[in-house]
């Protein structure tokens, strides 16, 4: 059982920037297992389907979707179990929720972090 607590998200002027949170818990995590697992931030906007936006593999390189590429920032603390998301010069178009899961989206799907980005 995993349960994925996001958090960070609000309200954003065009431009502006927030970080966000993910704390993952559960059995499977005893020990030092979270570090093993590639993470991913996901988002859904109104009307659209789930996307991935950015993951992080338990070594090496990053990857991001297109759109956010030089904008946002994915990281991991494998001891507090927490994956975050730096965001940076939000736009309209990044409007939506957000949610962390493994890289595979196999996890349950915790409530989402909501990132509405408006003047």
């Known amino acids: 059982q995993v349960q994925l607590v996001e958090s960070g998200g609000g309200l954003v002027q065009p431009g502006g920037s927030l970080r966000l949170a993910c704390a993952a818990s559960?059995?499977?995590?005893?020990?030092?297992?979270?570090?093993?697992?590639?993470m991913g931030w996901y988002r859904q906007a109104a009307g659209k389907e789930r996307e991935l936006v950015a993951d992080?593999?338990?070594?090496?390189?990053?990857n991001y979707a297109d759109s956010v590429k030089g904008r946002f920032t994915i990281s991991r603390d494998n001891t507090k179990n927490t994956v975050y998301l730096q965001m940076k010069g939000l736009t309209p178009e990044d409007t939506a929720v957000y949610y962390c899961?493994?890289?595979?989206?196999?996890?349950?799907w915790g409530q989402g972090t909501q990132v509405t980005v408006s003047s």
């Open positions: 992080i593999p338990s070594s090496g390189y990053s």
């Open positions: 559960g059995s499977i995590f005893s020990g030092s297992i979270f570090r093993l697992y590639s």
């Open positions: 899961n493994n890289r595979n989206g196999d996890w349950s």
